[in-house]
Antibody, heavy 122, light 109 residues
């Protein structure tokens, strides 16, 4: 079965860089149509899509955060890494990684990690 | 400010039918598939509807989705207490980004 799990720091200082790792099993990121995305949800607020990486290493980013985000994959390790630079308190949120498969322009995340809460504070 | 527009709240009594709307534009809902997610308190979102009106395995047929033009709707019939959750619509945008609605909190009275 497909599982995903996010890992990374729970506390980040302002201006620091956040590095989150999504470790998954049950699928390969080299399989046609597969993608892994990152999303976040500030406490009490709505979901926000951040980035998506496809099996062919094509990458998409939220326009509002594009300058701060980098998404990469390590197919051999079954991992996807998201880095976000210059963290601010407003970036405090639960960060999720999720699996999608199918047509290129779909946002059907069918498997999700449990999420990891990242707090940005000095 | 979310790209897709949803009502912040909705409510109904057990057994009722409730609909949640999602409004977008020609570049997202108008030209791409709509997906709906259910998020129970304290849990990760769950895919409820994909490709406008398809239910993943295990999702009860009480949940249905539809799309017309640049708007979409999620309908829940035979409302149950366990349906109390936040619901989000989402779609790909032709500007090559993913967009979500602001979420609708469903209360079962």
């Amino acid at each position: 079965q497909i599982t995903l799990k996010e890992s990374g720091p729970t506390l980040v200082r302002p201006t620091q860089t956040l590095t989150l790792t999504c470790t998954f099993s049950g699928f390969s990121l080299s399989t046609s149509g597969v993608g892994v995305g990152w999303l976040r949800q500030p406490p009490g607020k709505a979901l926000e899509w951040l980035a998506l990486i496809y099996w062919i290493d094509d990458k998409r980013y939220s326009p509002s955060l594009k300058s701060r985000l980098t998404i990469t994959k390590d197919t051999s390790k079954n991992q996807v890494v998201l880095t976000m630079t210059n963290m601010e308190p407003v970036d405090t949120a639960t960060y999720y990684c999720a699996h999608r498969q199918g047509a290129y322009s779909t946002l059907n995340f069918d498997y999700w990690g449990q999420g990891t809460l990242v707090t940005v504070s000095s | 400010q979310s790209v897709l527009t949803q009502p912040p709240s909705a409510s109904g009594t057990p057994g009722q039918r409730v609909t949640i709307s999602c409004s977008g534009s020609s570049s997202n809902i108008g030209s791409n598939a709509v997906n709906w997610y259910q998020q129970l308190p304290g849990t990760a979102p769950k895919l409820l509807i994909y490709s406008n009106n398809q239910r993943p395995s295990g999702v009860p047929d009480r949940f249905s989705g539809s799309k017309s033009g640049t708007s979409a709707s999620l309908a829940i019939s035979g409302l149950q207490s366990e349906d109390e959750a936040d619901y989000y619509c989402a779609a790909w945008d032709d500007t090559l980004i993913g967009v979500f609605g602001g979420g609708t909190k469903l209360t079962v009275l």
